[in-house]
């Protein structure tokens, strides 16, 4: 069994947009008076280490503001850590915000074109899957049509199919689910189920507890940017469970 | 050279293009990526325009007129009395403050505008620069530089002397690349920085001579137009295109200098603060 993903006392600081001033003024003036700080940093994952198996479909559980989206886009080569090294071995899909990269004003096609090499394809490769890309999102009548016409559901289908028409190693969902219609969602199912059966290496970020056992073999259960448990999916979810509900009756109290 | 040579020559070139790497992309993902980032910044710039890319020539062109109408009979003694010289020598200065202006000023929002992006997708922030001063590299090619083309030539009559309207071109991209990467990375700490890039321009412009001749700056003043990185690209451009000699090695190397050094001191500014820029943007 080979490692594909592995962590190891990885820590990330980020700095606290807030307190940070923009301006050329407020900056040079607060220099001259002499209260010129360095930008705070927080801590927003701290000293993980774990390594994901070629095969093994991994949910990361969590509050929200827990570091689960951090973590992804520091897998992704998104954001470099400040401390310890991260390691992935293959290629990477990653189903962060689907049509982040859509130009609302360019035709569907030629966002397809964008969005695909901005994703890893090559140009040639992406046009050539243009029309499966089409078909899969059943928009094949809107080709030509910008993007600021198509609602907000076959926008996401749009950036499904163009993320979902490879084979990756490594595949990375946040969130990304539950888009479109009925007809759509079996057939992502379907196409979800494809991966899941290809031993692609899936993480999963979901607060759908019923999803997460089903679908994962390991969870990875994340609270303000530590590991507090990783390991099988029931053990994990029930840590989960009873940590909200001794948060409840600590409220209740 | 056996077929099976030629073969592995061409696969070692192929792949070493592969492995040359710019801000940790290989060379092709790189070029493929910025080709893609021209296209959606000139597509979506000129949708449903009808002159499209040829704006950028119209628009130093009517400028000239303009120039020449009010000032031309004022700096005629100075053009050996010829309106030729002068609306050529307008047309040119304004051809490059404009390139200049454009470029570096869309460079600077670059990173900032594609914020969203960036937080989504791994992408080179390099590109986003870069793909600017692409963009209006093509628009330049594309309108102005067959004009100027044809001026050489007529004045001239030296093919050569394309050779050295592509290499002040070159020059010239370099300058603007090195401010765009310096502005861009300065955006993200300061967002007023537009407001005074737009007074930069104007001086920029201002003390180039574009509409007035060189030679009635007061001695003192013209120490401190020197700073100025177009000067020599004007002057070289200038040399071509009215006395129709390919520049002197003088010129084009004060203009390659200030080429050179714009783009070192940008991209090493830009790589020093590559790695805060994620936080910020």
């Given at each position: 069994?080979?490692?594909?993903?592995?962590?190891?006392?990885?820590?990330?600081?980020?700095?606290?947009?807030?307190?940070?001033?923009?301006?050329?003024?407020?900056?040079?003036?607060?220099?001259?008076?002499?209260?010129?700080?360095?930008?705070?940093?927080?801590?927003?994952?701290?000293?993980?280490?774990?390594?994901?198996?070629?095969?093994?479909?991994?949910?990361?559980?969590?509050?929200?503001?827990?570091?689960?989206?951090?973590?992804?886009?520091?897998?992704?080569?998104?954001?470099?850590?400040?401390?310890?090294?991260?390691?992935?071995?293959?290629?990477?899909s990653?189903l962060?915000?689907l049509g982040?990269?859509?130009?609302?004003?360019?035709s569907v096609i030629d966002n397809i074109i964008m969005y695909g090499v901005?994703l890893g394809f090559s140009e040639q490769d992406i046009k050539q899957r243009i029309n499966s890309i089409l078909e899969f999102a059943e928009l094949q009548e809107y080709a030509l049509?910008?993007?600021?016409?198509?609602?907000?559901?076959m926008v996401a289908r749009l950036g499904f199919s163009i993320a979902t028409d490879v084979k990756p190693?490594?595949l990375?969902?946040?969130?990304?689910?539950?888009?479109g219609?009925?007809s759509f969602?079996q057939k992502s199912k379907i196409k979800m189920d494809e991966f899941?059966?290809a031993?692609?290496?899936?993480?999963?970020?979901?607060?759908?507890?019923?999803?997460?056992?089903?679908?994962?073999?390991?969870?990875?259960?994340?609270?303000?940017?530590?590991?507090?448990?990783?390991?099988?999916?029931?053990?994990?979810?029930?840590?989960?469970?009873?940590?909200?509900?001794?948060?409840?009756?600590?409220?209740?109290? | 050279?056996?077929?099976?040579?030629?073969?592995?020559?061409?696969?070692?070139?192929?792949?070493?293009?592969?492995?040359?790497?710019?801000?940790?992309?290989?060379?092709?993902?790189?070029?493929?990526?910025?080709?893609?980032?021209?296209?959606?910044?000139?597509?979506?710039?000129?949708?449903?325009?009808?002159?499209?890319?040829?704006?950028?020539?119209?628009?130093?062109?009517?400028?000239?007129?303009?120039?020449?109408?009010?000032?031309?009979?004022?700096?005629?003694?100075?053009?050996?009395?010829?309106?030729?010289?002068?609306?050529?020598?307008?047309?040119?200065?304004?051809?490059?403050?404009?390139?200049?202006?454009?470029?570096?000023?869309?460079?600077?929002?670059?990173?900032?505008?594609?914020?969203?992006?960036?937080?989504?997708?791994?992408?080179?922030?390099?590109?986003?620069?870069?793909?600017?001063?692409?963009?209006?590299?093509?628009?330049?090619?594309?309108?102005?530089?067959?004009?100027?083309?044809?001026?050489?030539?007529?004045?001239?009559?030296?093919?050569?002397?394309?050779?050295?309207?592509?290499?002040?071109?070159?020059?010239?991209?370099?300058?603007?690349?090195?401010?765009?990467?310096?502005?861009?990375?300065?955006?993200?700490?300061?967002?007023?920085?537009?407001?005074?890039?737009?007074?930069?321009?104007?001086?920029?412009?201002?003390?180039?001579?574009?509409?007035?001749?060189?030679?009635?700056?007061?001695?003192?003043?013209?120490?401190?137009?020197?700073?100025?990185?177009?000067?020599?690209?004007?002057?070289?451009?200038?040399?071509?295109?009215?006395?129709?000699?390919?520049?002197?090695?003088?010129?084009?190397?004060?203009?390659?200098?200030?080429?050179?050094?714009?783009?070192?001191?940008?991209?090493?500014?830009?790589?020093?603060?590559?790695?805060?820029?994620?936080?910020?943007?």
């Open positions: 069994m080979d490692e594909v993903i592995r962590l190891d006392n990885v820590s990330l600081w980020r700095r606290t947009q807030e307190e940070f001033s923009y301006d050329l003024k407020k900056t040079v003036l607060s220099m001259f008076e002499g209260k010129y700080q360095k930008s705070s940093k927080r801590l927003v994952i701290k000293d993980l280490s774990f390594s994901i198996q070629k095969g093994e479909k991994v949910g990361i559980i969590g509050a929200n503001g827990a570091g689960k989206s951090t973590l992804l886009k520091l897998i992704c080569g998104i954001l470099k850590p400040s401390q310890g090294v991260i390691r992935v071995k293959g290629t990477i990653p962060i915000e982040a990269g859509f130009d609302a004003d360019l901005m049509a910008p993007v600021k016409a198509l609602s907000s559901g190693d490594i990375i969902l946040d969130e990304v689910l539950s888009v219609d009925e969602r899941w059966n031993h692609a290496t899936i993480l999963v970020v979901s607060h759908s507890m019923e999803f997460i056992s089903q679908s994962c073999d390991k969870v990875l259960f994340l609270k303000k940017g530590s590991v507090v448990f990783y390991g099988s999916t029931k053990d994990a979810i029930h840590t989960y469970i009873s940590s909200l509900s001794s948060q409840v009756e600590s409220v209740e109290e | 050279m056996s077929r099976q040579n030629f073969n592995e020559r061409f696969m070692f070139s192929h792949t070493i293009l592969n492995q040359i790497y710019i801000d940790g992309e290989s060379l092709k993902r790189y070029l493929e990526l910025l080709k893609v980032l021209v296209m959606r910044n000139l597509k979506v710039r000129y949708r449903g325009s009808f002159l499209g890319v040829y704006w950028s020539l119209l628009n130093p062109l009517m400028m000239t007129v303009v120039y020449t109408a009010i000032f031309g009979t004022t700096f005629a003694e100075y053009y050996d009395n010829s309106t030729l010289n002068y609306v050529l020598a307008a047309f040119t200065g304004l051809v490059v403050t404009n390139f200049y202006s454009a470029s570096t000023s869309q460079a600077l929002a670059s990173i900032v505008g594609n914020g969203s992006l960036l937080n989504k997708i791994k992408l080179p922030l390099s590109v986003f620069p870069t793909s600017m001063i692409a963009a209006n590299s093509f628009q330049f090619l594309v309108g102005t530089f067959p004009l100027l083309s044809i001026i050489s030539l007529l004045t001239s009559h030296n093919i050569l002397n394309i050779l050295g309207l592509l290499l002040i071109t070159l020059d010239l991209g370099l300058v603007c690349m090195g401010i765009g990467f310096f502005v861009s990375t300065l955006y993200i700490y300061f967002r007023d920085l537009p407001y005074f890039y737009e007074i930069v321009c104007f001086m920029v412009w201002i003390s180039s001579p574009v509409f007035y001749p060189a030679a009635i700056v007061p001695d003192n003043i013209k120490t401190i137009l020197l700073l100025n990185p177009l000067t020599s690209i004007i002057e070289a451009l200038r040399e071509l295109s009215l006395s129709g000699s390919f520049p002197s090695t003088l010129t084009l190397g004060k203009a390659f200098l200030s080429g050179f050094l714009a783009m070192s001191l940008g991209w090493f500014f830009f790589q020093s603060q590559k790695d805060n820029m994620m936080d910020l943007v």
